[in-house]
Structure formats: C-alpha cells, structure tokens
C-alpha cells in the first residue's frame, strides 16, 4: 500500500530510509519537506487538497531547479529524459490545480492527490533520483582523486 488515510482523514505518506533515503542531503532534504507538505492536507475539504497542491507545485518547482542544476554541474547524461519527466509533473499538477470545479472535477483531483502522487513519487525517486544520487556520488569520487 502506498498510503494510509487516519482518523483525521489526513494522508500519510512516511518517508522510509530503506526506500526513499538517497545519501544526498539536498535530495532528501527536499523529499521530506515534499512529503511533509503532502501530509498536511484535510481529505475532508476539497480547498485543503486544492491548496496543498498548490503548494506542493511550487515546492516542486523549486525542487526540480536544484536537482536540474546539479544535472546540468555534473553533466548528467540522462538529464534530458530526467528533466522531461520533471516538465511532465509539473503540467500534470497544474492540470489539476485548474481543474473545472464541478463535484466530477473535485473528485478527480481528490483521486490524483490521494493515488498518483504517492504512486509517482515513489517511483520517480527509486528510479530516477537514485540514479543521479548515484550519479552525483561517483563524480564525486573522481573529482576528489
């Protein structure tokens, strides 16, 4: 399961060592503010979900720009697929951010949050980001030998 919903009707998401932990302070250090915004959420109102993935965009955002610098530093040579998958999100969150307001439209923004998000954070960061962590490592390593 990707997620659990408690008694308060808020989502949560752990962050989880063995799973999420990348052994790259900025990386982590954004995941975990990006999971603490997603678990902030009221399932229980629609503007709470509306507002945290607002939030959770923005955060983003800033998210992608450090990792894409780092990218662009290190000269990563999947940036181009990493950075298309990071413009790829992006429009998907805002997609539901302006979402029609209908009863229809709020419960599939409702089902995003709740479904994808989860889903593809995980994802994202088990493939993806571990690999530029790794990346980033080893360059590392040869730049200090």
Known sequence: MLYLINKESK???KFENEKHLLKNE???RL?????DIYNG???????SIKNKLI????HTQKHFELEEELMDNIDYPTKREHKDEHAKVLSEMNYFINMNPTIFGKNI???YYIEKLPYWFDAHLISMDSDLASYSRNQMKIISV
């Open 109 to 111: 923004m409702k089902a």
């Open 11 to 13: 989502v949560i998401k």
């Open 26 to 28: 900025l990386m982590d």
């Open 55 to 58: 939030e959770l965009y923005k």
């Open 41 to 47: 959420v009221d399932l229980n109102s629609i503007q």
């Open 31 to 35: 995941h975990k503010e990006f999971l």
